[in-house]
C-alpha cells in the first residue's frame, strides 16, 4: 500500500510557535502534496512538492521532501489560532489513478 | 471557495430509504473523485471518474452507486445503507494530464445512517 503516515497525529502549541509534522509513504511518487481540513470541511490543497525537489516555500509553510527516506515535513512558522485544522499528506504516481492520503495531524494552536 | 459544490450538507436517513448526494464543479475540470472520511481513520477513495468514464471502483459495496452524467456532475446514488456507513463525504475535482493531480474538494455531506 502508498499509505502515508502522519506524525504526530496531534499536536499542541500555542500561538507564535513553529509546528512540524511528518509524512512517511512506501513506494516512488511524483510529487508529494499537503492539504489542510478544518473540522467537518472538505481539503484544501496547501503545497505541492515534486519529486525531484528538496524544499519548497509558499508563505509560512515550508515542505521538506527526502525521497531516499520516503519522507516528507510540512513546517508552518509564527502559527496561528486560526491554523487550527487536520493536515494530510497526499502522494501521486503516474501508476495509480488517484492520489493516496495519510491519516493526518491534528493542530491545535492556543491563542 | 473552491469552485466545487456539495448537496445536501447534511442527511439523516434510515436503513432503508434511498437518497442521492450531488457534486458539482466548476473549475473545467475532467476529472471528479467520492472519498469517505470516517472518524480516526484514512481517507478512503471510493470512486474515480475520468472523462466521464468510471476508471475506478476501489471496492465499494453495491448499496453506493456513483453517477457521472456530464464532467461538471456527480452524484452518488445512496439505497439500504448500514450504520457503519456513517461518515463524511467528500467530492473532489482535478485536471488529469496536468502530472500534479492537485485536487480540490468540495464541503462535504455529513450522512447520519439510522
Known amino acids: 500500500s502508498q499509505q502515508g503516515e502522519e506524525d504526530p497525529q496531534a499536536l499542541s502549541i500555542q500561538e507564535g510557535e513553529n509546528a512540524t509534522m511528518n509524512c512517511s509513504y512506501k513506494?516512488?511518487?511524483?510529487?508529494l502534496q499537503w492539504y489542510r481540513q478544518n473540522s467537518g470541511r472538505g481539503l484544501v490543497h496547501l503545497i505541492l512538492?515534486?519529486?525531484?525537489?528538496r524544499e519548497k516555500h509558499s508563505g509560512r509553510l515550508r515542505v521538506t521532501l527526502d525521497t531516499s527516506k520516503k519522507s516528507s515535513s510540512l513546517l508552518i512558522t509564527a502559527s496561528r489560532a486560526a491554523d487550527t485544522a487536520s493536515y494530510f499528506c497526499?502522494?501521486?504516481?503516474?501508476?495509480?489513478?488517484?492520489?493516496?492520503f495519510g491519516s493526518g495531524t491534528r493542530l491545535q494552536v492556543q491563542p | 471557495e473552491t469552485g466545487v459544490t456539495q448537496t445536501p450538507r447534511h442527511l439523516v436517513m434510515g436503513m432503508t430509504n434511498k437518497k442521492s448526494l450531488k457534486c458539482e464543479q466548476h473549475?473545467?475540470?475532467?476529472?471528479m473523485y467520492w472519498y469517505k472520511q470516517s472518524a480516526k481513520k484514512p481517507l478512503e477513495l471510493m470512486f474515480v471518474?475520468?472523462?466521464?468514464?468510471?476508471?475506478e471502483n476501489n471496492s465499494v459495496p453495491s448499496r453506493f452507486s456513483p453517477e457521472c452524467p456530464n464532467s461538471s456532475h456527480l452524484f452518488l446514488h445512496l439505497h439500504t445503507l448500514q450504520p457503519e456507513d456513517s461518515a463524511l463525504y467528500l467530492c473532489?475535482?482535478?485536471?488529469?494530464?496536468?502530472?500534479?493531480?492537485?485536487?480540490?474538494f468540495g464541503p462535504g455531506t455529513r450522512l447520519l445512517v439510522l
Open positions: 473532489a475535482s482535478s485536471q488529469r494530464g496536468a502530472g500534479q493531480e492537485t485536487q480540490y
Open positions: 513506494t516512488s511518487i511524483n510529487n
Open positions: 512538492i515534486r519529486s525531484n525537489e
Open positions: 497526499a502522494t501521486f504516481y503516474t501508476g495509480r489513478r488517484a492520489l493516496t
Open positions: 473549475l473545467g475540470h475532467n476529472a
Open positions: 471518474y475520468s472523462l466521464e468514464e468510471r476508471v
